[in-house]
């Protein structure tokens, strides 16, 4: 058995599942209440759902859901941009497919599509360079969306364009950074954290250091986890014995892919291309220096120039009753949003979280529907 | 998009900085733009098409041994 399928082992959960109870009980015992973490990375939420550790940990341990899952963290403003492009003569929008049936302030690219836009779906953003090329009576437009892991392969690809001189290719960035987002959501002083669960694939390009701010700045023990089930397993007592020995530290336990500096390259690449900006996050407001616009060396390749595409004007928020903004800065859960499950499901979704399938509300509708809210506590 | 896909790498072409990969049985072609080296045999993490790190298998076994040896060993009182 290959070393990465001995991570999915049953039995061997199975033992240090009975570890992590026992140290989350003596945890709990200490600060007289279960220890709460929150875990950033929409993966890491679908892993956990499916693993139905919020209820096997009830009572014990209370794990919530922070804000990286990209698509629900995506402002409507930024959508209704996305919108007016695909409704351009000539234009080809390119994307992830995520992206597709996110609703902006009217309307959505999947409504743009049946209404005739020509709106398409790429794995890899080098597939929409190769379809520029073979198309070069259409302007491709690449929606440039995602963390850390997605912006170099964005960068990456319009370096190739630009070598191959692909001139009808360019990209709408609304690329977003997670250590800003992680600020952000700590600095809510109503948000009571005991411990962070760090994404495992971003970190693999921003590396281990770039988390040490959160002991710096706010103490907390923090770890960085794969995504198979004893990587969170592993995960979580670890932060539970940093909890019981008073220590807060950022510790990488996804050493097979994640190194101290993380990729040289993608960061050298991403900082070629891209130059932070303060940007909106749905449901977080304006954080600074949390977004990637391309930088003007590559003008020739910036939609928002070539395009003119103005900025859409601000729009109401939320829809009525939709407790997205809570959802994603950790302060409620799914199940506690009074329209999920019946007015909100993955069929019909209301908000953005129950669209993508990293999103919180989506996960829960999957995975824990039946299970007790917030650990049942 | 955020999915990772991991995948084994059978074949490398260096001029043009791709490689074609087996994830379970199928093959992928990807990009390795964002890779130094890259072996055939090499296990790699991709987003979106790319390549974006090697897995070090050593590691990986490394660490699972150490919790098999934790958790199979049942001395009593062995808590944490
Ligand atoms: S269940 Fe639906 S309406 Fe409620 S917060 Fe989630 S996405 Fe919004």
């Known amino acids: ?77 930024e959508i209704d941009m996305m919108v007016n492009l695909a409704r351009l003569p000539g234009v080809t929008v390119g994307t992830f497919g995520d992206m597709l049936r996110v609703p902006g302030s009217r309307s959505s690219l999947e409504r743009e599509r049946a209404g005739g836009a020509d709106v398409r779906i790429f794995y890899s953003p080098l597939d929409a360079v190769a379809f520029a090329e073979a198309n070069p009576g259409r302007e491709v437009v690449f929606l440039g969306i995602g ?6 392969a964005v960068a990456a690809s319009l370096a190739r364009a630009r070598a191959k001189g692909v001139k009808n290719f360019s990209i709408f960035s609304a690329h977003k950074l997670i250590p800003p987002a992680i600020r952000a959501v700590l600095s809510d ?30 103490g907390l023990p923090s770890v960085i986890s794969g995504f198979e089930p004893m990587d969170i397993l592993i995960a979580l007592h670890e932060l539970l014995l940093q909890l019981l020995q008073g220590e807060a530290r950022v510790v990488n336990k996804y050493t097979r ?53 103005e900025p859409a004007p601000p729009t109401p928020l939320y829809p009525p009753g939709c407790a997205c903004k809570e959802i994603l800065r950790g302060k409620l859960l799914p199940p506690e949003c009074r329209l999920f499950g019946d007015v909100c499901t993955p069929v019909r979704p209301v908000g953005p979280c129950m669209v993508s399938s990293e999103g919180a509300c989506a996960a829960y509708y999957r995975f824990e529907r039946f299970s007790p809210v917030g650990g049942g506590i | 998009m955020c999915l990772g896909i991991v995948g084994k790498v059978i074949k490398v072409t260096a001029a043009d900085d791709t490689a074609i990969i087996d994830v379970h049985g199928t093959r992928r072609e990807i990009s390795i733009a964002l890779l130094g080296q890259v072996k055939v045999g090499d296990y790699v993490l991709v987003h979106a098409g790319f390549a974006i790190e ?20 049942v001395t009593p009182g062995q808590v944490l």
Request: charged share 30%; glycine share 8%.
């Open chain 1, 189 to 218: 002083p109503e948000l009571k954290l005991d411990g962070l669960i760090l994404p495992g694939h971003v970190s693999a390009i921003t590396g281990r250091r770039a988390f040490d701010f959160i002991v710096e700045e706010y």
């Open chain 1, 1 to 77: 058995m290959s070393p990465l399928d001995r991570f999915c082992d049953t039995e061997l959960s199975r033992k240090l599942m009975g570890r992590v109870a026992a140290l989350a009980d003596a945890v709990a015992e200490r600060l007289g209440r279960p220890a709460v973490f929150i875990e950033v990375c929409g993966t890491h939420t679908v892993a956990i759902s499916r693993l139905g550790l919020r209820s096997l940990l009830a009572g014990r341990v209370e794990l919530r859901s922070g804000p990286g899952c990209p698509v629900c963290v995506t402002d409507h403003q």
């Open chain 1, 147 to 152: 963390f850390e892991t997605t912006a170099p």
């Open chain 2, 54 to 73: 090697k897995i070090d298998l050593k590691e990986a076994e490394q660490m699972v041994k150490m919790w098999e040896e934790q958790l199979n060993d």
């Open chain 1, 257 to 309: 892919v994640v190194r101290e500096e993380g990729n040289l390259d993608a960061r050298k690449r991403i900082a070629e291309c891209f130059e932070e900006v303060d940007v909106p996050w749905r449901g977080l407001g304006v954080i600074p220096e949390s977004g990637l616009s391309l930088r003007e060396t590559f003008r020739d390749f910036d939609a928002r120039f070539k395009l003119n595409i």
